[in-house]
């Protein structure tokens, strides 16, 4: 254990990379939770939105809720989406904020940002950078970049 928590912080964030990138690689894989378009109907996603939406940017989808449902974004905002995985949520936000705005994505295994990279070039989605959190001690110090495609 480290620093006295209940868990182990590093054991447990190296579990959740480890299923997050078995997501990423194979999405239609065997797990605990829902994943791809089911999931996104579970959780009330606008299903005209997800029926736009290519295999590639919602097969790996293994969100835990929807921020769409607390109401929708505005031209020119800019978002970060912590924990962004292949990007669905992203995608969705890109779309509400249009070229104006601004969506940056941050995810800790390299697996779902590839996915994420490659849906956002496939729907033309050039404004959207994907930033990686590399730091395996928690201080968030440490930042990988990807500019998005010119």
Known sequence: MSDGLPVDA???REEVK???RAVAVNPHGSFHFHTGRPLAHRLG???AVVARMP???IEAFAGVGNPFSL???ESCERIVD???????DCFIAAGQV???GQVVGVDMTEEMLSRSRAA???MGLHYRAVKRFNNTAGNCKTWSQHEPRP
């Not at 912590?82 to 669905?88: T, V």
């Open 18 to 20: 480890t299923k997050y």
């Open 98 to 100: 249009g070229p104006a």
């Open 71 to 73: 109401g929708a974004l």
């Open 55 to 57: 295999d590639s940017a």
């Open 120 to 122: 956002s070039a496939a």
């Open 10 to 12: 590093i054991a447990l």
């Open 45 to 47: 996603y606008d299903d």
């Open 82 to 88: 912590l924990g962004s995985g292949s990007g669905f």
